[in-house]
């Protein structure tokens, strides 16, 4: 058998030299990365061959999507078994070391440490690309002399709190392979005139694929020009926003209608707008040639209403969408009815709309929606829903394909869970989330443990109210918990400290064993029993 690598070196045969090279040459091809992962079994490291298929399959799912949760539990036996030997000598020079798709690929460090490391930690993890750097004050001139940089591809400024390494950043020639750029938020004024004219015409732009910008970008008039730069063609993923206490007359007067303008980037698929829109922004994503061609767009905390949405409803322009998130917006009821009428949603897989003042009427207009049958999930969380909303949406004919569900924050009360554990529809649920209803209580938690139709969750969620160690203890054994990953509970045991203790004492059910997180907020686990569970859970008294 040819010998192999450590976790993370490369080979030392001549072919699995050159399948590791294919790596760092090509690193956001996973291609290579599943063909080293085959080799890898053929050379008896069957563990990290399985690490980088689980992690190159977790990078393709939504963080909604309830098939992350196996992936991740596998992910973290494998990291905890092997993560001394995975982890790279040198790790005492970087802040943090994070593995992506099977390899470790991103580190955060300071940027002196980065300058005085970066030669040795590429030599001896080659595979590392993604850079978050911090504490850039006064390291312009280090920033532009830093060779290492030529192996970047991701580079994140975000933690970043002063501003005179901007100039270094436009003189650097060595960014030849960035394709993603998080750039941090930007007092007005640090973008000059003659700063925006270099940015405009700096070459890194022409080869980005995502772009993170914040702040005083959005706000400078001579950024205007960059919605129209040419260099934007390859842009996949843009990310605009700024802080909340600037005027948010600025981004209407700086207008969405010359971003989404024909010369916008055609490649875009997906749109992250965290700014003040209102109406003229709405009407823009309307009336844009784009938007149909995005497949995920994120609206937060817009100031958007049903009145500044229906253009938008009401147009074929999201008719490409699988992912919609229209989270802290004030759609209200009518808001909720405008959505459920839009004919282009018809591709839609998941649905946010959590904090945005929805009732039961807009819950039942979602529920009669003949557009949103192909519902995978749904996030409701912090509305205004009672027992009479939850009874529309068990109607909701989306129902037996939805496998994420959110109902945290609304307000459901004791004995509102028995018409959701007694719905045949929701057979296929996976996540289940229910916290922040604070009249749940142990007649809830006897629904969850009896029904039928819960038995494939494998998260959930609960904060409930007076439960007995008892309820507790038949919702542990209930077969509902069998495929759960992730438990995160929070109640008040009613029974005395006995009870407690008979509780802790007993036997715990294998269910709870296999429990990747088991969190408990108000509820402490007794001390004496804490090191029983260590053994087996990862267990916190905050989250």
Request: one cysteine or more; charged letters at 20%; aromatic letters at 6%.
């Amino acid at each position: 058998m040819v010998a192999a690598a450590r976790g993370w070196t490369e080979p030392a045969s001549s072919i699995g030299r050159a399948l590791f090279q294919a790596i760092v040459d090509e690193p956001e091809d996973d291609t290579h990365r599943l063909i080293y992962a085959d080799w890898l079994d053929e050379q008896g490291q069957s563990e990290k061959a399985e690490f980088i298929r689980v992690q190159c399959a977790v990078s393709g799912l939504e963080e909604e999507n309830p098939d992350r949760l196996p992936l991740q539990r596998r992910e973290w036996e494998l990291l905890q078994k092997n993560k001394q030997e995975w982890t790279p000598p040198f790790s005492r020079a970087i802040d943090r070391i994070e593995f992506r798709r099977g390899l470790i690929s991103q580190v955060t460090m300071p940027m002196a440490k980065f300058a005085n490391n970066a030669r040795a930690m590429f030599k001896k993890a080659p595979t590392i690309h993604q850079v978050a750097l911090e504490n850039l004050t006064n390291k312009g001139k280090r920033l532009r002399n830093c060779v290492p940089l030529t192996r970047v591809t991701h580079l994140n400024l975000e933690s970043t709190f002063a501003y005179d390494w901007i100039d270094g950043l436009l003189d650097c020639p060595y960014l030849t392979r960035l394709t993603h750029l998080t750039l941090p938020i930007l007092p007005t004024g640090t973008i000059t005139d003659e700063r925006a004219r270099r940015l405009l015409g700096w070459a890194p732009l022409g080869r980005l694929r995502s772009l993170n910008l914040v702040g005083d970008p959005l706000e400078s008039e001579s950024l205007r020009p960059l919605a129209r730069s040419p260099l934007l063609t390859n842009l996949h993923s843009l990310e605009l926003g700024y802080p909340s206490n600037v005027s948010s007359g600025r981004v209407e007067e700086l207008g969405l209608q010359a971003l989404m303008g024909p010369p916008y980037p055609l490649q875009l698929r997906e749109l992250r707008l965290k700014m003040m829109l209102r109406e003229a922004g709405a009407q823009a994503l309307a009336r844009s040639e784009h938007t149909p061609r995005l497949s995920k767009l994120v609206l937060y905390c817009n100031g958007l209403t049903a009145t500044h949405l229906e253009p938008l409803f009401q147009s074929d322009a999201l008719q490409g969408l699988r992912y919609l998130s229209l989270r802290a917006n004030r759609l209200g009821d009518e808001g909720a009815k405008l959505l459920a009428g839009c004919r282009a949603l018809g591709n839609l897989r998941f649905l946010n709309l959590g904090n945005t003042a929805i009732g039961t009427e807009g819950v039942r207009a979602l529920a009669l929606s003949p557009y949103l049958e192909n519902l995978a999930g749904l996030n409701l969380a912090w509305n205004s829903l009672t027992l009479g909303g939850l009874q529309e949406l068990l109607s909701a004919s989306f129902l037996p394909t939805l496998r994420y569900l959110d109902l945290s924050a609304n307000h459901l009360h004791t004995g509102d869970l028995k018409s959701l554990a007694g719905c045949p529809a929701l057979s296929g649920l996976q996540h289940l989330d229910l916290s922040c209803n604070n009249s749940l209580d142990e007649e809830d938690v006897k629904a969850l443990a009896q029904s039928p139709y819960l038995n494939k969750l494998h998260y959930l969620n609960l904060i409930l109210g007076d439960v007995s160690p008892d309820s507790l203890k038949a919702l542990f054994h209930s077969p509902n918990v069998k495929k759960l990953l992730v438990l995160i509970l929070s109640s008040r045991m009613t029974d005395s400290s006995a009870s407690n203790d008979a509780f802790f004492s007993s036997p715990l059910p294998e269910q709870l064993l296999r429990l990747r997180f088991f969190h408990c907020r108000e509820h402490e686990i007794p001390g004496r029993y804490r090191e029983t569970l260590e053994d087996r859970l990862v267990v916190s008294s905050e989250l």
